[in-house]
């Protein structure tokens, strides 16, 4: 093959270099002896990874290996329901996480469906059917209306083909293929229209083309091996709790042996230290953490369903909470992916269409007043030119029945059956009352000259009670030459140069705005006109008018980038389409600030890594990029340290959305491989559900921080409770059995009950937390410290007081030991409220959440069982305790809540109004 790449070759070159004849094809020992070489035409999916070693590979975790620690010791205890809760907890994540992996790569199989199942090939001079994979470079084929394009191939006929790509390449319309060579130079994939790729979808006309790549070669295997060689991102919660266990484990074990040996020092003996030192140590693990963790997610996830948004990944929820740009693709992302006609212009007027999608309610507006379109003669006759030059259809079909006010209520969905396009111009009929079905009552069609990409334009011929119409839409520049009258002010004058100028400035003032104009017109045929061809009818016509339309934003989108600008979050579009429409949709969306900057594929990939880094920060809108640009993006915004959220529908979207921190994929119009490479999928297709994920994931992260606040504090004070004593040479103010139950009270279901804790109403102004932010940030540690410090300081001074209060009594070591269990489960009780709020305990109504307010109740009953129930009594070596012991009890189980939450009322700074900037370093526009 020459050094051209095959758009740049004539179709000629193309067959020259394949060796084939285009009205034989290959012989059957050829392309036998071709697939030996080039392998089968299908994806593959890489090395493959069995089930079993998926399974025991979730093993393998650093904190796994701790709760495994845990379970051995708890064993050792005779604390076997410790250790069988511990064993299945572990199980249970096991399980969880096999099932993400094996569904994560599935995205491979999902990308190998959209490979044409067969073809309609030449070989040996006639046309056979076979399976797609058995294609070879050098195969002739035919393609026509509904074919899935099975590989890459040059185009070598082409007669009015259309393919729909965006899927690949994001164009938000199909586009016209011709068989012509491409000007040397670096051609974007959505420009290269002598080209069809695998995968793609042709929507209009008959073509044959002479495949080029097959199997991973073509651009559909490019992207299987950008997903095979993209790693997964760990999530920000993954690395965080990893980094929690290591912490854990060093200071427990620390503690512990400190313990110990403070207490052996002092007289304790060997044995009960160390029984003591172990108990303190499973305290100090807290094996409740991974649970308390899957049950928040899950309970968020079920939150999220609610909200249209499906979890495939647990930890992905949280990894919304940080996210500090959101890149999305456009078509059916940030817009409808409905067609719809939005402006019109006649007689120098510019009249505006309102309505959604493809319903066909809506009105048409001049200067704001409602027009009656049956009674303007240019309008009604630019609807019946609208819709009788077409074939699409406007189809109306029942959703899902919803239930309302008691009684199923059916939601009526509409559709096109056809070219976007031309569904587009049906719908804007139908708002006018001029529908298909009606106006074919009256006109009947009897020719038709369908739109072609070299003459662009399409015309009809109908028959009526008065006579002949031909009816012609097209390029406005192509279809003025055409024109020699033109409907002005309601009468049919001469087309003058004068006027042909005000049409092509209005149509330059459309394209602009970023619509796709097209222009009308008709001619009323006499008896003795010839209607042979289209050389014949489209001459002498009159002109009628011009429709803008554009795939329109979703309504609550630019509400949806508004709150992530409030929330610290940066929103960029990153789309296939062209720069033009981008641009227009990002300004009315509200994503575009002043002096933001607009990259195009070909500047971006000007750019190299080092370049890309430094702008990355700066730019709003990419347009006209491939999936390895999309890649490029999310790669670079992640080595400037921001958490990427990346959506998109496409297959192009796929490896993007997967190396992306938490890929998002669209439920409705996404294809199988995004939604298989996603970590949450939006069932509604809508942009804004992404601002209830990122408020969901944000509070789980906090809910998962008062968690760690309230156990590791609690079990800070344990240690310290014990390892204060030792140092002080005082008796074991706990045993190891009470250990053991403060753990099993105090972690239980209060800890859970904050998993599920509401968020702050100020949790979406604030900025995203860094990406690599300790769990602890925030003065977290300090919090844990302080409470810990002083839970320790007041369970031993109540110890201590209770302990020389009565020494002659021989009860009085056992009396002691009660006052300080009860000292401790209480100051726990009493924290977990503080807990809840970032401020102190008076910040939030305690009675809000009456779960946390159960769980501590149920808690308080097993503390008082193992107190006041005789049999319960000699087991963990309690006494009861009267009303005097109570009143010191709670003084000294209050004091490190109420402490430090007066504290942090008297000396809490006014909180800095959170400010998102975007124009400080906004530079111009590379355009």
């Known amino acids: 093959m020459s050094q051209k790449t095959w758009y740049q070759m004539t179709a000629e070159e193309a067959l020259d270099a394949q060796q084939v004849d285009p009205r034989s094809g290959l012989p059957w020992e050829e392309a036998r002896s071709r697939q030996e070489r080039s392998g089968r035409n299908e994806l593959s999916e890489g090395k493959k990874v069995s089930p079993v070693t998926l399974f025991l590979g979730q093993f393998k975790d650093f904190m796994v290996l701790v709760l495994m620690g845990a379970t051995l010791i708890s064993g050792l205890l005779g604390e076997y329901l410790d250790a069988i809760t511990i064993v299945a907890i572990i199980f249970m994540n096991g399980i969880l996480g096999f099932i993400q992996e094996f569904r994560a790569e599935r995205s491979l199989r999902a990308l190998k469906e959209l490979s044409a199942p067969s073809a309609k090939v030449l070989r040996e001079g006639e046309l056979h059917q076979i399976v797609a994979r058995e294609l070879v470079p050098g195969d002739v084929v035919l393609l026509e209306s509904g074919d899935r394009i099975p590989a890459d191939l040059r185009f070598i006929e082409a007669n009015g083909v259309y393919v729909e790509e965006s899927a690949l390449t994001g164009e938000s319309v199909p586009v016209a293929k011709h068989v012509g060579a491409l000007p040397e130079g670096d051609v974007p994939l959505g420009d290269q229209r002598n080209l069809g790729f695998m995968g793609t979808m042709v929507t209009q006309g008959t073509a044959r083309g002479v495949i080029v790549r097959t199997g991973m070669e073509t651009e559909m295997g490019k992207i299987a091996d950008l997903i095979q060689n993209t790693d997964a991102m760990q999530t920000p919660l993954q690395h965080r709790l990893e980094q929690l266990g290591k912490i854990l484990i060093g200071i427990a074990i620390g503690l512990t042996i400190m313990v110990v040996v403070a207490g052996i020092m002092h007289g304790q003996p060997p044995y009960a230290m160390f029984l003591a ?54 078509t059916g992302t940030l817009t409808q992916n409905k067609m719809t006609v939005t402006h019109l212009w006649s007689s120098g007027q510019v009249l505006e269409v309102t309505g959604d999608g493809y319903s066909p309610y809506g009105t048409i507006h001049k200067g704001g007043v409602q027009l009656d379109v049956r009674k303007d003669p ?449 100051a726990q009780l009493i924290h977990v409220f503080d807990c809840r709020s970032s401020r102190s305990i008076f910040h939030r109504n305690p009675l809000q959440n009456l779960y946390l307010v159960l769980a501590v109740l149920s808690s308080l009953a097993l503390m008082l069982a193992v107190m006041y129930v005789p049999q319960l009594q000699p087991i963990f070596k309690t006494v009861p305790l009267g009303w005097k012991d109570w009143i010191m009890v709670l003084i000294a189980a209050g004091i490190p809540t109420f402490f430090m939450g007066f504290g942090s009322v008297m000396s809490r700074p006014r909180k800095p109004e959170l400010k998102f900037g975007t124009g400080a370093k906004a530079k111009p526009s590379m355009r």
């Open 277 to 330: 030192g172990v108990s303190l140590a499973v305290a100090a693990i807290p094996e409740g953490l991974p649970a308390i963790v899957t049950i928040a997610l899950a309970l968020g996830v079920q939150r999220m369903i609610k909200r249209r948004a499906i979890v495939r990944k647990l930890p992905s929820v949280e990894t919304l909470g940080c996210a500090s740009v959101i890149c999305s693709d456009k």
């Open 378 to 826: 240019m309008l009604s006759r630019l609807m019946q030119v609208s819709v009788l030059c077409n074939n699409a259809k406007l189809r109306e079909e029942e959703a899902e029945s919803r239930k309302k006010k008691g009684k199923e209520a059916a939601e009526k969905v509409w559709s096109i059956s056809g070219d976007p396009t031309e569904g587009a111009l049906v719908v804007l009929g139908a708002k006018a009352g001029f529908t298909t079905e009606a106006l074919q009552d009256t006109y009947k069609r009897t020719h038709e000259f369908p739109f072609d990409s070299d003459r662009k334009r399409m015309s009809v011929i109908v028959s009526h009670a008065a006579g002949r119409m031909v009816c012609t839409k097209g390029a406005p520049d192509v279809l003025l030459q055409h024109c020699a009258y033109v409907m002005w002010e309601g009468k049919v004058i001469p087309f003058t140069a004068t006027l042909k100028a005000k049409v092509m400035a209005a149509n330059e003032g459309m394209a602009k705005a970023a619509l796709r104009v097209l222009g009308f017109a008709y001619r009323d045929l006499r008896a003795a006109d010839r209607s042979d061809g289209y050389e014949d009818v489209e001459q002498q016509l009159v002109f009628v008018g011009l429709a803008g339309m554009i795939d329109p934003p979703r309504r609550e989108v630019r509400e949806a980038i508004s709150k992530c600008r409030k929330a610290g979050i940066k929103t960029v579009m990153i789309t296939g389409d062209h720069q033009t429409t981008a641009e227009a949709i990002a300004k009315e969306l509200g994503m575009l600030p002043s002096g933001g900057i607009v990259v195009n594929g070909q500047q971006l990939a000007l750019m190299d890594d080092g370049e890309l880094e430094s702008r990355v920060d700066d730019i709003y809108v990419y347009a006209r990029v491939s999936p390895e640009h999309k890649l490029r993006i999310v790669k670079a915004l992640q080595r400037q340290g921001h958490v990427v959220a990346m959506t998109g529908d496409g297959v192009n979207d796929a490896p993007a959305i997967k190396a992306a921190d938490i890929g998002i994929a669209m439920g409705i119009s996404g294809t199988d491989v995004s939604k298989e490479a996603s970590a949450l999928i939006l069932s509604d297709d809508n942009f804004a559900t992404i601002v209830a994920a990122i408020e969901e994931g944000r509070g789980i992260y906090e809910n998962i921080r008062k968690f760690i606040r309230y156990l590791l504090a609690s079990n800070v004070g344990e240690i310290l409770t014990m390892f204060f004593a030792m140092m002080a040479g005082l008796p074991l103010p706990l045993l190891p059995i009470q250990i053991l139950w403060v753990n099993l009270v105090t972690d239980g279901l209060p800890a859970m009950a904050l998993g599920v804790d509401q968020a702050e109403k100020d949790l979406m102004t604030q900025k995203p937390r860094p990406a690599k932010e300790n769990i602890f940030a925030r003065r977290l540690g300090w919090k844990i410290v302080s409470r810990g410090v002083l839970i320790g300081l007041c369970t031993l001074a109540a110890f201590w007081i209770a302990l020389v209060n009565d020494p002659q009594n021989p009860d009085n070591l056992a009396h002691a030991q009660s006052v300080a269990f009860a000292t401790l489960v209480m």
